[in-house]
T-cell receptor, first 115, second 111 residues
Framework: NAGVMQNPRHLVRRRGQEARLRCSPMKGHSHVYWYRQLPEEGLKFMVYLQKENIIDESGMPKERFSAEFPKEGPSILRIQQVVRGDSAAYFC?????????????FGPGTRLTVL | TQLLEQSPQFLSIQEGENLTVYCNSSSVFSSLQWYRQEPGEGPVLLVTVVTGGEVKKLKRLTFQFGDARKDSSLHITAAQPGDTGLYLCAGDPGTASKLTFGTGTRLQVTL
């Protein structure tokens, strides 16, 4: 029973380039969440998606960041025109669609370094 | 904005000692989760507590959810070097949405 998968594990980009981070949820999970962790800080919520829908994007920066969870395929977090401040670990989590319980299982993360 | 404060922030102890980590908030949570994160890895779920006053045990780890569902504690008995890591509490407000993470407790257990 595979867990949450993320790729790539490490991503290096130069300022101004685009970063695409992928997340495949656990089998049977239809809810996906993206979090960002800056060095020596806790995890901060970015966006919550269900298949083909963005449910809550209150933690997403208004510009350059976007997320999708298509009907087929992984969820994608896209960062356009990256800046050095985007360097962080980005984690994806998934949960099953069970009413009343929101246990989230995390992937290993993608560590983005912007040069 | 719901905030979760963890204490202590850092803890360095010797193998065999006991310790308690606290997670406090002024907000009520539907459930609370504890995770452990090791360097370069994602948070690994340890436990979910749901009912006020609930106590759950996981080998040498004991988790308690406060009666008012605003706070929680994690107690480790006879700590081992393998317990070293970043411990995070995370509260669920009950809207099946984002978790609010605590500030984290970094534990180091030495021989």
């Amino acid at each position: 029973n595979a867990g949450v998968m993320q790729n790539p594990r490490h991503l290096v980009r130069r300022r101004g380039q685009e970063a695409r981070l992928r997340c495949s949820p656990m089998k049977g999970h239809s809810h996906v969440y993206w979090y960002r962790q800056l060095p020596e800080e806790g995890l901060k919520f970015m966006v919550y998606l269900q298949k083909e829908n963005i449910i809550d994007e209150s933690g997403m920066p208004k510009e350059r960041f976007s997320a999708e969870f298509p009907k087929e395929g992984p969820s994608i977090l896209r960062i356009q025109q990256v800046v050095r401040g985007d360097s962080a670990a980005y984690f994806c989590a998934s949960s099953p669609a069970l009413a009343g319980l929101n246990t989230q299982y995390f992937g290993p993360g993608t560590r983005l370094t912007v040069l | 904005t719901q905030l979760l404060e963890q204490s202590p922030q850092f803890l360095s102890i010797q193998e065999g000692e006991n310790l308690t980590v606290y997670c406090n908030s002024s907000s009520v949570f539907s459930s609370l989760q504890w995770y452990r994160q090791e360097p370069g890895e994602g948070p690994v779920l340890l436990v979910t507590v749901v009912t006020g006053g609930e106590v759950k045990k996981l080998k040498r780890l004991t988790f308690q959810f406060g009666d008012a569902r605003k706070d929680s504690s994690l107690h480790i008995t006879a700590a081992q070097p393998g317990d070293t890591g970043l411990y995070l509490c995370a509260g669920d407000p009950g809207t099946a949405s984002k978790l609010t993470f605590g500030t984290g407790t970094r534990l180091q257990v030495t021989l």
